[in-house]
């Protein structure tokens, strides 16, 4: 979180924010996946002719794997501390402090 923790817009933005990082990160880590652990890859670049490059895919999809798998957990860790800021005990908290 910033500090921008007293604006509980600025904190609504930031959820967003987290909730589109989670979707983007758990779309990868599913195209990722469907790559790596089924022949999709194999069967849809034998249908377009282009198999000769499939020499390089585990050198590309195990790290994309990977770092998008990196991605969800910052994105639920990111999304989760939002959530803390938006618990009503926390904003009346904070606007009696400010």
């Known amino acids: 979180m910033t500090d ?19 979707r983007k990160g758990l779309i990868g880590t ?10 999709a890859l194999v069967i849809l670049f034998g249908l377009i002719g282009v198999t000769a490059w499939l020499s390089w895919a585990d050198w590309v999809l195990f790290p994309m ?7 969800v957990i910052y994105a639920l860790y990111k ?3 939002c ?10 908290q904070e606007q009696n402090i400010g």
Do not use: M, Q, Y
């Not at 599913?30 to 089924?38: D, L, R």
């Not at 959530?83 to 009346?92: F, I, S, V, W, Y």
């Open 4 to 22: 921008e923790t007293n604006n509980p817009e600025a904190v609504k933005k930031e959820l967003e924010a987290s909730k589109s990082l989670l």
């Open 83 to 92: 959530r803390k800021c938006l618990k009503p005990e926390n904003l009346a």
């Open 65 to 71: 794997l990977g770092l998008s798998i990196l991605v």
């Open 30 to 39: 599913v195209i990722a996946a469907i790559c790596c652990f089924t022949p």
């Open 79 to 81: 999304h989760s501390r």
